[in-house]
C-alpha cells in the first residue's frame, strides 16, 4: 500500500509573509514609541521631585502665600536687616556659649531646687545631663529701634531648633525619677535694650531682654524614658501652658535682667526718688463670681525692679470699687521706668481671674506735680490681641514723682520743668517733708567661724522688716554685696538697724541653724552725715567683721 502527499487546493504563501512583515515593522514601531514614554514619564517623575527656581514676578498669589511664613523677617519687612554675619559668628561661639548658659541655668536652677528639698519626701534634685547642643539659634532678622541717650533698643526675630538634651534627677525616698527636656524649637519676636552708657568696655552694663508677643514652642518631654508627648491630648495642653506662662513672665514691659559688669564700677542703677501712687478708684469692671459680681483688687510695680509687688486690699462684691490707698515706689530711672498696674477678681479656691491692665511711663511725669490718670483698662500690650476688643471697665489713680534732694536740680532740667522753684512743695495736697529712703548695703564679712558648719548669709532686720541675703557656701569670708532698701515717712534718727551673720545647712531633710555674730548700729550718724562706710566687730564672734555701707536721701 502506498500513500501520497496531497497539496491543498488553493493554498497560498501571503499569511507567512504578512507575519513576517507585521513583526519587522511592529518591533522598532514599539521600541520608538517605549523610549518616548519612558523619557516623557522620567522628565515628569524629576519634576515632581525637585523644586523649581523661579522669580517671585511669575508666581501666583496663592503661592506666594504659601511661602510668605518660610521667609526670613529681613524680606517680609524691609526696615529688619539681614546679619548672617552675626549667626556665623555665634555658630562658632555657641560651643563655649552653651557651656556658659549651662553655667547659669545650673547656678540659678540650684537656689530653687534647695527650696523643695526635704519637702515632698524630695532628697535631691540635680542636672543628670545640661546642654543646650550644636545648633545654633538663627536671627531671621533684626531692627534699631529710636531709642534715647542712654539705652540702644534692638528688635529681633529669634528662631532656634536645637537638640538640647536636659535630664532632671529628682530622688524621692529611694525611688530616682528622671524628667527629660530635648528637641527645643522656639520661635519668637524679642526685645533687647542695652543700658545704661557707660565708658567702660563693653559700654553698657546690663542687658534687658523682654517679649513683644507670645512664642511659639516645640518640646520633646520624657518621665522616666516614657515619651509624654504621644499621650492624646497632652502635647497641645503642655504646649500651650508653657507658652503662656513664659509670655506672663518676660513679655513687654516686663523684662530678664542681665548684668554685664560689676556694680563697683559704677554701672548699677542707684534710686533718684519716690513714685507716690495712690489707687483711686476703678469702674464698670467684669462680672468674673456666678453671681454677676467680682471682688477686685489691684497689684502695681515698677519695670526693672525684681522687688515684690504692691497690692491693694480685695474689695468684696463690687464692679465699682473705691480704694484711696498709697503705696510709695522707689525710681532708679525715671525716664525709661513704666508703672504696672493689674487688675485681678480674688478667688478663695484656685488661681484668681484677670481682670485688665495698663501702663504709666514716668517720663509724663513733672517732679513734685502730682497728676491724675483714668484709664481704660485692656487684656494685653499686644496690639493684635483681640481680647482687647473688649470693654473691661477704667481705673484711676494719682501718681506723684519726689526726687531725692541732691538730684532735683537734675530732674527739673532733664524733664524740662518750669515754674516758681518754691512752688511745687506748697502746692502738694500731701505733706512729703521727712519722707526718704534708708539704703543698707551688705559688702561682706571677714573670719566669720560657726562650730558645726561655714554657709554664712546675712539678715537685716529695721522695724521688724527682715531681710535676708543670698547664702555662700563653705567660706570663711563671704562677699554679699547686696543692697537693701527702706522708704520711710520721717527720718530715722533715733532708730537702730540689726545685722545678723547666720549659717544654715540641711541635713537628712532637717534645716540647722547658728549665730555667727551681730552689730547694732544706731542711725543718728547716718542721718546727720548722709552715710556712712565702716566695718564692724561682730558681737559673740572671736574675730568675725562685717563691712557694711548705709546711706540715707531724704526728698
Given at each position: 500500500m502506498q500513500f501520497h502527499r496531497v497539496e491543498p487546493a488553493g493554498g497560498s504563501p501571503f499569511p507567512h509573509l504578512l507575519s513576517v512583515a507585521g513583526f519587522a515593522i511592529g518591533m522598532p514601531i514599539g521600541l520608538v514609541l517605549g523610549f518616548f514614554v519612558f523619557i516623557y514619564l522620567g522628565a515628569r517623575n524629576v519634576e515632581k521631585g525637585v523644586p523649581v527656581a523661579q522669580p517671585l514676578d511669575e508666581l501666583s498669589t496663592d503661592d506666594i502665600i504659601d511661602l510668605l511664613p518660610e521667609l526670613p523677617l529681613w524680606v517680609t519687612g524691609p526696615d529688619y536687616e539681614r546679619v548672617d554675619w552675626f549667626n556665623k559668628f555665634f555658630q562658632y561661639m555657641w560651643p563655649y556659649f552653651d557651656k556658659a548658659a549651662c553655667g547659669i541655668i545650673k547656678t540659678s536652677a540650684e537656689a530653687t531646687f534647695a527650696e523643695y528639698i526635704g519637702?515632698?519626701?524630695?532628697?535631691?534634685?540635680?542636672?543628670?545631663?545640661?546642654?543646650?547642643?550644636?545648633c545654633s539659634p538663627k536671627i531671621q532678622g533684626l531692627k534699631a529701634q529710636d531709642s534715647r541717650e542712654n539705652e540702644l533698643v534692638l528688635d529681633l526675630s529669634l528662631r532656634w531648633a536645637g537638640n538640647s538634651d536636659i535630664v532632671v534627677a529628682i530622688k524621692l525616698l529611694s525611688l530616682q525619677l528622671t524628667v527629660q527636656l530635648v528637641d527645643v524649637q522656639i520661635s519668637a519676636a524679642v526685645r533687647m535694650v542695652l543700658r545704661p552708657f557707660v565708658p567702660t568696655f563693653p559700654c553698657f552694663s546690663s542687658i534687658a531682654i523682654s517679649l513683644m508677643e507670645k512664642p511659639k514652642l516645640d518640646f520633646g518631654l520624657k518621665v522616666m524614658g516614657g515619651d509624654m508627648m504621644s499621650i492624646p491630648g497632652i502635647y497641645q495642653f503642655v504646649q500651650e501652658i508653657v507658652a503662656k506662662q513664659v509670655a506672663k513672665l518676660y513679655m513687654w514691659p516686663q523684662t530678664y535682667e542681665i548684668d554685664i559688669l560689676d556694680s563697683s564700677i559704677g554701672a548699677a542703677k542707684k534710686p533718684v526718688g519716690i513714685l507716690h501712687v495712690k489707687v483711686v478708684r476703678a469702674q464698670s469692671l467684669l462680672k468674673m463670681d456666678f453671681l454677676g459680681t467680682s471682688d477686685p483688687y489691684v497689684k502695681l510695680s515698677l519695670t526693672g525692679e525684681k522687688l515684690q509687688w504692691k497690692k491693694t486690699t480685695v474689695v468684696m462684691n463690687n464692679l465699682n470699687p473705691v480704694w484711696n490707698e498709697d503705696f510709695k515706689l522707689i525710681v532708679k530711672e525715671p525716664k525709661i521706668q513704666v508703672l504696672q498696674l493689674l487688675l485681678f477678681d480674688w478667688e478663695k479656691v484656685g488661681a484668681h481671674d484677670y481682670l485688665g491692665m495698663q501702663l504709666i511711663p514716668l517720663d509724663t511725669l513733672v517732679p513734685y506735680e502730682k497728676k491724675e490718670f483714668a484709664l481704660a483698662l485692656i487684656h494685653s500690650m499686644d496690639p493684635n490681641d483681640a481680647h482687647n476688643k473688649k470693654s473691661r471697665g477704667r481705673i484711676t489713680v494719682e501718681l506723684t514723682f519726689v526726687p531725692f534732694l541732691e538730684d532735683s536740680k537734675k530732674f527739673h532740667a532733664s524733664l524740662n520743668f518750669r515754674g516758681d522753684e518754691n512752688s511745687p512743695r506748697l502746692n502738694e495736697d500731701i505733706t512729703l517733708?521727712?519722707?526718704?529712703?534708708?539704703?543698707?548695703?551688705?559688702?561682706?564679712?571677714?573670719?566669720?567661724?560657726?562650730?558645726?558648719?561655714?554657709?554664712?548669709?546675712?539678715?537685716?532686720?529695721f522695724r521688724g522688716d527682715k531681710r535676708n541675703t543670698k547664702t555662700i557656701k563653705k567660706t570663711r569670708d563671704p562677699i554679699w554685696s547686696e543692697e537693701f532698701q527702706f522708704v520711710l515717712d520721717e527720718a530715722p534718727a533715733n532708730d537702730q538697724i540689726h545685722v545678723e551673720v547666720k549659717s544654715k545647712k540641711r541635713w537628712l531633710g532637717f534645716m540647722s541653724k547658728e549665730s555667727l555674730g551681730y552689730v547694732d548700729i544706731n542711725l543718728a550718724d547716718v542721718v546727720s552725715n548722709g552715710h556712712i562706710n565702716e566695718k564692724y566687730n561682730l558681737i559673740n564672734s572671736r574675730n568675725g567683721i562685717i563691712h557694711l555701707n548705709i546711706r540715707w536721701k531724704v526728698i
Open positions: 519637702k515632698y519626701c524630695i532628697k535631691s534634685i540635680y542636672f543628670k545631663r545640661l546642654t543646650l547642643g550644636d517733708s521727712g519722707t526718704g529712703l534708708l539704703l543698707v548695703t551688705v559688702i561682706e564679712a571677714e573670719d566669720v567661724e560657726g562650730k558645726h558648719h561655714n554657709n554664712p548669709y546675712a539678715t537685716v532686720i
